[in-house]
């Protein structure tokens, strides 16, 4: 029986507007609808600001300054919800037509739900969840490489919460700056907030990128942004993305005991190779 409580998909986009439009064709073919679609951009308006649905509404909300950080831009998305749940998810999303149906069915106060989260290739990025779901069942090696360097424990690519147990948890933390720790912070936030953390049994995909395991135009962000995590809840986050900051010579072997330090900067070669890398991928 779907429940009473009504949601709001939340989305945050800089420049996929091809990635939005897809998202919301298949919030329209969800067996329950959203009541509302709040999309933060991180951009000025522009002519797809005017993007809207036949079948639900669609808010676009807009950045008030030159710095908008991904942890402020949810909190704007959330905090502008006009229902009692909201589903903050990855613009590049592909989900399955229960989606909604079955987060209500599960909800408990006090609990913050996601979904299994696998990352796919560009090329699969074309196919429609079932899809995706077929080719995954014959070629599970899809799946697997993809995945191979990818932690998604606590990725934020989609989760479901009501805007009370959001505002107890106090939103995300906006003292992070660029990429990276913001999803593992909320998470440990959830935690301190004695939040319940529960996974359904659908799977979402989203686009792998190269960034998930090496951000490497942002090892500055990231460091400082882990600095700043460790002296909150005392441990460094994002083992696997410091992992291989450690074999590419950007960071200190012995962080754990000695504190995080940058070694060096990306040369322009490993830029080049980085931004070629992620341009194909």
């Not at 504190?259 to 991928?281: C, F, M, Q």
């Amino acid at each position: 029986m779907i429940s009473a409580y009504t949601v709001s998909v939340v989305v945050v986009v800089k420049s996929r507007v091809k990635s939005l439009i897809n998202l919301i064709d298949q919030l329209e073919d969800c067996e329950v609808l959203p009541e509302e679609l709040v999309v933060v951009w991180m951009a000025p308006p522009s002519q797809y600001s005017l993007i809207s649905s036949e079948k639900f509404p669609v808010h676009h909300k807009f950045k008030i300054c030159d710095d908008l950080p991904i942890s402020r831009a949810i909190n704007k998305g959330v905090r502008s919800v006009s229902n009692s749940h909201c589903l903050v998810i990855n613009v590049e999303s592909i989900i399955s037509s229960n989606l909604i149906k079955n987060l209500k069915d599960v909800w408990r106060p006090s609990c913050v739900i996601t979904t299994k989260v696998v990352c796919i290739s560009k090329a699969l990025m074309q196919l429609n969840f079932l899809q995706l779901a077929t080719e995954l069942d014959k070629y599970p090696h899809l799946e697997s490489e993809e995945n191979a360097r990818f932690c998604v424990k606590n990725n934020n690519s989609l989760f479901f919460i009501s805007l009370r147990d959001f505002e107890k948890t106090g939103g995300f933390d906006e003292h992070y700056r660029g990429y990276g720790v913001n999803d593992e912070d909320y998470v440990e936030r959830c935690i301190a907030s004695n939040m319940s953390l529960s996974t359904v049994s659908d799977t979402t995909y989203i686009r792998n990128r190269v960034h998930y395991q090496y951000p490497v135009l942002h090892v500055t962000n990231f460091i400082q942004n882990s600095r700043y995590f460790y002296s909150k809840w005392g441990k460094y986050p994002c083992k696997d993305v410091l992992k291989n900051f450690v074999e590419m010579g950007f960071i200190n072997k012995d962080y754990e005991a000695r504190g995080l330090h940058i070694l060096r900067n990306p040369s322009p070669d490993e830029l080049v190779s980085y931004k070629l890398e992620a341009t194909n991928s």
